[in-house]
Nanobody, 115 residues
């Protein structure tokens, strides 16, 4: 079955960096567009998950306006892994970050940006 396992979250100060990883299994990873979403659970009543970045099978990328220029999505098809490098983190980046492929989701990894 499809499995998506995120790692790399944690507590970081504003202006700091983190790199998230998502290890995939159960499907031919290189064929699929992969995505990162996030959800601030403190604001769950205000809406669902927000798309952050995507990377296609050909390596084309898309970023939300809120992270463009600060976050970088990449993939390593040999390792069945997609990454999200996050630089110049802001308190408003605090959220649970989820890896996604089509209708499949990982369990999420918490990122907290706080002084």
């Amino acid at each position: 079955q499809v499995q998506l396992v995120e790692s790399g979250g944690g507590l970081v100060q504003p202006g700091g960096s983190l790199k998230l990883s998502c290890r995939a299994s159960g499907f031919t990873f290189s064929w699929y567009t992969m995505a990162w979403y996030r959800q601030d659970l403190r604001k769950e009543h205000e809406g669902g998950r927000e798309g952050v970045a995507t990377i296609s099978s050909a390596g084309s990328t898309w970023y939300s306006d809120s992270v463009k220029g600060r976050f970088t999505i990449s993939r390593d098809n040999a390792k069945n892994t997609v990454y999200l490098r996050m630089d110049n983190l802001k308190p408003e980046d605090t959220a649970v970050y989820y890896c996604n492929r089509d209708m499949d989701w990982g369990q999420g990894t918490q990122v907290t940006v706080s002084a």
